[in-house]
Structure formats: C-alpha cells, structure tokens
C-alpha cells in the first residue's frame, strides 16, 4: 500500500494531525509506505501507482490545481483531506476582495512589511476563485476538521488502508454537545468578546453564535467543551448538504427563531458579518455557492456583509 499526501493552499495543519497519531503511525507504516508528503520527507514530486492519495488544502493558484490533477492521475484513490479541501476552507474567504487589494495588504500594508516592499511577480498565478477539491477533480472520501481529529482519525485511517468499512456518525456538533438548553428568556445576539459563558448551558442559547445546530460532528464538540461557540470548521451538517432548499444561513436563522421565538427578519438583523461567521471555511465551495438561497454569490460580488 502506498500512500502519499498532497499539501495545497492551507497551513499543513491536516498533515501535522496525522503526525499527531504518534505511535499508531508505527501500526499504520507496518501496512503501507508514506512516499510522497512535502511536509514530512524530502521527495519532489508523487510517484506513479499511488493507492490512496491524502489532498489538503484548497485550490488558490495555478501551481495548486497542477499539482492535485498530477496526483490525482497518479492515484487510486482520492481523498479530500480537511476543511479546506472539502469546502475551500479560509482561502476562500480572499475573494471577498480584489487579488491587488490582498497582495498589497500582505506586502505592503502589515507593519511587519519593510518601507518599500515589492509585490512579487514570480510567484504562481491566482485562479480567478478559491476552489474546493471537489470542484475540479473527482473525490473518493471526504474527510472534514480543521484539522480532522486524532480521535476520529485513529478510526478512519487505519481502515482505509485494510479497506475495511465503517459506520460513522452523521450527526451535528449539537449531539455531541453535554451542555443543557435551559431558559430562554430577552434573548439577544452578543459577541463573542461580551461577557462569559457560563459552562453548562446551551451557547446559542445564552445568545453566542454557536454553529454546532449546522456544522457536521465527529469533532467531540471540543470548542463548545472549552466554553467557545463553534465557529463552524467541521462544515455544514449533512442535512444542510442533502437538503437544495437548507444552507447554513438561513438554518441558523430558523434555529435561532425557534430557540428563541424571535421572528426570523429580526434575527437575520441581529446577525454580523455574515461572510466571516457563517461561511468562513465554505465560501469557497461551489456545492454551497450553488444552492438558490445561498449568500455566498452577493457576498463574492461586494454585496452586504
């Protein structure tokens, strides 16, 4: 069995995630042989007769799509590794502006950027879109986190290289959630910065937006378990994918109606930034851009955040 992994536009943090699998990486290497990881050994380019390609990261420029039909081509089997692979992940959230707007913040206008600071011109080309793997090549497995979890990948692994099936939740965030829903009562929408959550109740509840109601599980709830409100890396919960008519928007607003018995136009006024809290690791998705209620096309064209 040989395995390679591809590392795209992301922070190689997916890669990181199966180092972090420590000894069982030891189990894993028994059965098949990592030949080809930028991160992890010093190899150029992936070989021929690869059985089970990892890919993570999104696709930002031309060196990234070279590079995923290369090994797509050279591989059996394709797997889309991590949220930014999946959906785009926060790569996508640079078509919000202008290519010139973003490299002349990045070179120029940081105040780590000397006086004087040239943009480069030898660097790939971008494509006019941030792309989710998905969108350009045909994937086998899809696997979210950002990054996947040790847990979940102690699983998955392992019977990816057997080929032996598996039965994985489907759930949300919410069914692996401990904390109580409690009263609602002159509910309002807070920052993130206003205040502290008390650790037992439900975190939309106490009026912090909370995703886990529409963000896909198999995360052991861990930011709500440290008393954060899960911002949504895992990506959309599976009935939001199943369902043309159900996005992450306009479920949360539902979700928070219902909680609250707040009507739906005065939660969708309460809401801010809608690009960075609703969509920051699926903006640049064409699965959830293409659905007819989505926000992510206005918000690509300049529209209201």
Not at 42 to 50: C, L, Q
Not at 62 to 87: D, H, M, P, Q
Not at 161 to 171: A, C, M, N, T, W
Not at 215 to 227: D, I, K, L, M, V
Request: a negative charge; aromatic letters at 6%.
């Amino acid at each position: 069995m040989k395995i390679a992994i591809e590392e795209l536009a992301g922070c190689s943090g997916c890669t990181i995630s199966v180092l972090d699998l420590h000894e069982m990486l030891l189990e894993v290497i028994a059965e098949a042989d990592i030949v080809y990881s930028p991160v992890i050994m010093d190899v150029k380019e992936p070989p021929e007769g690869i059985d089970i390609a990892f890919v993570t990261g999104a696709v930002r420029n031309e060196e990234n799509e070279e590079r995923l039909n290369l090994i797509r081509k050279r591989a059996k089997k394709l797997v889309a590794f991590g949220t930014c692979a999946c959906y785009g992940g926060v790569s996508g959230l640079s078509m919000l502006g202008k290519q010139e707007d973003l490299f002349n913040c990045v070179y120029r206008g940081v105040e780590t950027a000397d006086e004087g600071n040239v943009i480069p011109t030898d660097v790939p080309p971008f494509l006019y879109r941030a792309f989710a793997v998905g969108d350009l090549v045909k994937v086998d497995y899809y696997v979210t986190g950002c990054p996947p979890k040790e847990k979940f990948l102690r699983t998955i692994i392992p019977a990816l290289v057997r080929g032996d099936p598996i039965e994985l939740s489907k759930k949300s965030v919410c069914s692996e959630c401990d904390r109580k829903m409690g009263d609602v009562q002159n509910w309002h929408l807070k920052r993130r910065y206003e205040g502290t959550p008390d650790r037992e109740h439900c975190l939309l509840g106490q009026g912090y937006l909370c995703l886990g109601p529409v963000t896909f599980g198999r995360c052991g709830a861990s930011c709500p378990r440290n008393n954060v409100p899960c911002h949504g890396c895992n990506g959309p919960s599976l009935d939001i994918l199943r369902e043309p008519c159900r996005d992450i928007h306009n479920m949360m607003v539902r979700r928070i109606a219902d909680l609250t018995d707040t009507p739906e136009k005065e939660v969708e006024k309460q809401l801010y930034d809608v690009a960075h809290t609703m969509y920051p690791f699926t903006i640049g998705s064409l699965i959830m851009e293409d659905k007819e209620i989505s926000k992510i096309r206005d918000l690509v064209r300049g529209g209201k955040a």
